[in-house]
């Protein structure tokens, strides 16, 4: 299962029932899990650490060093989870000394072809990237995202969790759980993900929750102090609500409003 043709380094990994295409290169502290495929014309670079049953189609390149005048060659990682997609041309880099170490991707995420995921970003589960999508360094995104072709994330922002993050849309500051991005030179809020919530089980009273949080945040006219305190009490009520007032509280960048 491993062409005749791939350079796999001695101290590389291989995990059982593991395809490698031809012309692929394995490098040094390479770790792959079992059941993963490797297509042709891959390059991974360690120290990289691979689950199991992903899938990385051919010219991607993982691993590599990231793109950061600081990064002086010190020991960081890329750390990629189970049943990942990864499709052709993307790239993810490994982390950096001083932001953490680790890229690191979650399970069951899709990445589809020329994405580019930065040097210590935190990517979680069961996300789409789209064609084109890229993250700058030290992006977090949250669990069942969707960033959409062409669509950009700003340095050192957060995603929350069921965001989605329309087409060609570039994003500055950080963007609450269920959060809806349209572009507009710069992306803006435009409601909920309702649609993607209804496709994932919420049910009515659910989004309905999170449509008056979404209201009390973005169309009140509040302040973000007032508008949060209201959110303490819609929190009472609502796990959902209690979710994107958590992730008011963490955000360190300017809220998208």
């Known amino acids: 299962m491993i062409h005749a043709t791939a350079q796999i380094d001695p101290t590389a990994k291989i995990g059982a029932n593991v395809s490698i295409g031809a012309y692929s290169v394995i490098g040094a502290e390479v770790e792959i899990g079992e059941g993963s495929v490797i297509g042709p014309h891959v390059v991974i670079e360690g120290p990289t650490r691979i689950g199991r049953d992903n899938r990385i189609c051919q010219f991607a390149s993982l691993g590599g060093a990231p793109q950061d005048k600081k990064f002086a060659g010190e020991h960081t990682e890329l750390v990629i989870g189970d049943r990942n997609l990864i499709r052709e041309f993307v790239t993810i880099n490994r982390g950096t000394g001083d932001g953490g170490g680790i890229t690191r991707i979650g399970n069951d995420n899709w990445l589809l072809a020329y994405v580019h995921v930065a040097h210590d970003c935190q990517i979680g589960n069961n996300t789409v990237f789209s064609n084109y999508s890229a993250l700058a360094g ?112 963490h955000s360190e960048r300017a809220l998208a409003r």
């Open 138 to 249: 030290h992006v977090e995104i949250g669990d069942f995202v969707i960033m959409s072709g062409f669509s950009g994330v700003h340095q050192f922002c957060k995603v929350g969790a069921h965001a989605f993050i329309g087409m060609g849309c570039l994003v500055g500051s950080d963007v609450p759980p269920f959060v809806m991005m349209a572009n507009e030179q710069r992306g803006r809020p435009r409601g909920i993900n309702s649609e993607g919530l209804k496709r994932r089980g919420f049910e009515a009273p659910r989004i309905a929750a999170i449509k008056r949080a979404y209201r009390t945040l973005y169309m009140a006219g509040l302040t973000l102090s007032d508008a949060r305190e209201q959110l303490v009490t819609q929190a009472q009520d609502s796990e959902d609500v209690r979710a994107m007032l958590d992730f008011l509280d």
